[in-house]
């Protein structure tokens, strides 16, 4: 049930996200990511299943993809709402989806590490976390300059600049700070679901 619950959450807003989204090649570039997560959950979840609090919080960043898409991260109305209560310059849902880059991925990375005992100790755990995060945002921010040097049209929707110069940076140093806040905040409660079901899955290991 939990399961079918989790993907009807994850197609109901896929499917609204592909109507009339305000850029289809932008939809498409900002959707694929969190299409490729469900392409390896359905593939992997029976051999190699996830913690709950590991799919939720892949069900929420997916989401994020899905209304930066529709949207374009520099128009999601609530954010610009947001940006004229506060007199921003800049809509920031942006710096939403890059704190979430930051600490779904650590949360994940984290998972696999313990799960295959790459790691004894966890400080060095934790450093090697914080460096894959930070390898993965410089990949996709890398990826947005590609695509902006490919596509002059979809550019602008994708890498969300707004005309600040330091976004890259910016994007990067929020990446950082999702994964330590990730690795903070949310350890404890990972531990006790690993906990739980690496003894499910090997109930003589005790």
Avoid at 156 to 182: H, K, N, P, R
């Amino acid at each position: 049930m939990k399961e079918t619950i989790w993907l009807l959450i994850f197609l109901g807003v896929l499917i609204w996200s592909a109507i009339a989204p305000k850029d289809g090649i932008t939809w498409i570039l900002e959707a694929f990511p969190a299409l490729v997560a469900l392409l390896l959950i359905l593939l992997t979840h029976k051999r190699f299943p996830l913690t709950p609090l590991a799919y939720i919080l892949i069900l929420f960043h997916a989401c994020i993809l899905f209304v930066g898409a529709h949207y374009t991260y520099a128009e999601v109305p609530l954010f610009n709402d947001i940006q004229s209560w506060l007199g921003t310059a800049r809509n920031d849902y942006d710096k939403l989806g890059h704190l979430t880059q930051g600490f779904v991925p650590a949360i994940i990375a984290r998972e696999i590490l313990i799960r295959f005992e790459v790691f004894n100790r966890p400080a060095w755990q934790n450093f090697f976390i914080v460096c894959f995060v930070l390898a993965v945002s410089a990949s996709y921010e890398l990826l947005e300059w590609a695509t902006a040097l490919v596509s002059n049209e979809a550019a602008e929707a994708f890498l969300g600049t707004q005309g600040y110069e330091w976004d890259t940076q910016s994007d990067m140093f929020w990446a950082l700070v999702g994964s330590i806040a990730g690795l903070t905040i949310l350890s404890r409660l990972h531990q006790k679901q690993l906990d739980e079901l690496l003894n499910k899955s090997n109930p003589n290991s005790n």
